[in-house]
């Protein structure tokens, strides 16, 4: 598929951002063919594990890089030109930051109303937390997760993956895309913006509608359902599953499946109810079976009874599953220094125009001259321009 073939194909994006979140939200809209221009520090020593690095490499595929100084005012009057030309810019600095260098989206909005000008901070753009910085594990204890995952009375635990990073950048790309529709109709652009903290508020889902409409504090659950039991792990002879069978049919499907139908009838574990209250005797009842075949057998005898469950996996194991292959979850790119990188592929499939990972990250400034250029800057002009330390 050529790139003009893409969905977002024909959308410019300026890329500000740092860190994940803000990666998060503009990879989306690079993998469905938006032109994005990385916008980066002339020096930038803070790239973590290093631009040639695994995590660079995963968050920043599908872009070019230009390098410019924000602090110089020549600086500013050159992303002010990529803004009179472009659809959307992103940023994640902190509340105060845009504004003292005089890119909030007030004063660019002046420049092009339509821009769609799209924020990620730790806190939020208004509050008494505005200032603080923000980051992922951060969010996690404000934001409720910390104190509903782990095991019960374990005390507070991050979850394995940066969470609040990545809702946030799905979260605002969203809203980035959203904007843009809305644009159709009123050819006006607007300011879309989340945090951190919104994105972790919005993620605890029924676990807050447990509090906001029931008045229940939901405590840590560890591997069990907070509510619907049997949901949980479970110990087989040699490793471990999850399964899922809180309704009544699938109770009972679980309970034939495994041998034991006696316990559909136990009075301790006769209604949803009576399962949860009773779920360490329910739990201890079904190891007892668990223990008996290979994970690999309960997960074929499950499934058969329609029983949904799976296996837990560690990450190699994940991408070495027939399923997770089959639907191409992990792609391969060229750089030019690393060679051929394996990386992870687009996790949504549009039928017609799919999105697509074309190139790797690039490296620091690798485009700048071709931006310029594009901005009708001449070679003498950009020779000027770096030995000023603009770009």
Same mark, same amino acid.
């Given at each position: 598929?050529?790139t003009?073939?893409l969905?977002l ?7 500000l951002?740092r860190?994940?979140?803000?990666p998060?939200?503009?990879r ?5 063919g938006?032109?994005?221009v990385?916008v ?6 803070d790239?973590e594990f290093?631009r040639h690095?695994f ?8 872009k070019?890089?230009?390098? /410019?100084?924000l602090k110089?005012?020549k600086g ?5 030109k990529?803004?009179?030309?472009g659809?959307?810019?992103? +940023?994640?600095y902190r509340?105060?930051?845009k504004?003292?260098l005089g890119?909030?989206?007030e ?7 339509r ?5 990620i901070s730790g806190?939020g753009?208004s509050?008494?937390y505005?200032?603080?910085p923000?980051?992922?594990q ?6 409720g997760?910390m104190?509903?995952?782990g ?10 993956i ?9 979260f605002l790309?969203?809203?980035i895309l959203?904007a843009?529709?809305?644009?159709e109709k009123?050819?006006?652009g607007?300011?879309?913006h989340t945090s951190?903290?919104?994105a ?18 939901p ?5 069990d359902?907070?509510t ?5 792990v479970?110990?087989?002879?040699d490793?471990?599953i999850n399964?899922?069978?809180?309704g009544?049919h ?5 309970c034939?499946a495994m041998g ?5 009838d136990d009075p301790?574990?006769?209604?949803p109810?009576d399962r949860?209250?009773?779920?360490l005797i329910?739990?201890?009842? /079904? ?16 499934? +058969?009874?329609?029983?949904p469950?799976?296996p837990?996996?560690?990450v ?10 089959a639907?191409g979850?992990a792609?391969?790119?060229?750089h030019?220094t ?10 949504v499939?549009l039928s017609?125009?799919?999105g697509v990972v074309k ?7 690798e485009?700048?001259d +071709? ?15 770096r030995?000023?330390?603009v770009?």
């Amino acid at each position: 598929m050529t790139t003009s073939a893409l969905p977002l194909a024909g959308y410019r994006v300026i890329d500000l951002t740092r860190a994940r979140s803000g990666p998060t939200a503009v990879r989306q809209l690079a993998e469905m063919g938006a032109d994005v221009v990385k916008v980066e520090a002339v020096e930038d020593p803070d790239v973590e594990f290093g631009r040639h690095g695994f995590d660079f490499q995963n968050l920043h595929r599908n872009k070019r890089s230009m390098t /410019l100084n924000l602090k110089s005012p020549k600086g500013v009057d050159i992303l002010k030109k990529l803004v009179a030309r472009g659809d959307v810019l992103v +940023e994640n600095y902190r509340p105060d930051v845009k504004f003292r260098l005089g890119i909030d989206y007030e004063t660019l909005s002046m420049i092009n109303p339509r821009l769609v000008y799209a924020s990620i901070s730790g806190f939020g753009q208004s509050g008494p937390y505005r200032d603080r910085p923000g980051y992922d594990q951060i969010a996690h204890g404000p934001g409720g997760l910390m104190s509903i995952t782990g095991l019960p009375g374990q005390g507070p635990v991050r979850v394995g993956i940066p969470v609040a990073d990545l809702t946030a950048g799905m979260f605002l790309a969203h809203g980035i895309l959203v904007a843009l529709l809305e644009r159709e109709k009123s050819g006006k652009g607007q300011w879309v913006h989340t945090s951190l903290l919104e994105a972790m508020v919005r993620m605890l889902d029924f676990q807050a509608t447990r509090w906001l409409v029931g008045g229940e504090i939901p405590p840590q659950a560890g591997n069990d359902h907070p509510t619907g039991i049997p949901t949980g792990v479970f110990q087989t002879s040699d490793g471990h599953i999850n399964i899922a069978a809180s309704g009544q049919h699938m109770f009972k499907r679980l309970c034939d499946a495994m041998g034991i139908p006696a316990l559909v009838d136990d009075p301790r574990f006769v209604q949803p109810k009576d399962r949860s209250k009773n779920r360490l005797i329910l739990n201890a009842e /079904l190891q007892k079976t668990f223990i008996n075949k290979t994970s690999r057998e309960w997960v074929k005898i499950l499934n +058969e009874a329609s029983v949904p469950c799976g296996p837990i996996l560690n990450v190699q194991q994940v991408f070495e599953d027939e399923q997770v292959q089959a639907l191409g979850l992990a792609t391969e790119v060229k750089h030019p220094t690393l060679g051929t990188l394996r990386i992870q592929n687009v996790p949504v499939t549009l039928s017609r125009t799919p999105g697509v990972v074309k190139t790797a990250s690039p490296d620091t400034g690798e485009h700048t001259d +071709e931006v310029l250029g594009e901005l009708g800057y001449t070679s003498a002009e950009v020779k000027t321009l770096r030995e000023e330390r603009v770009v």
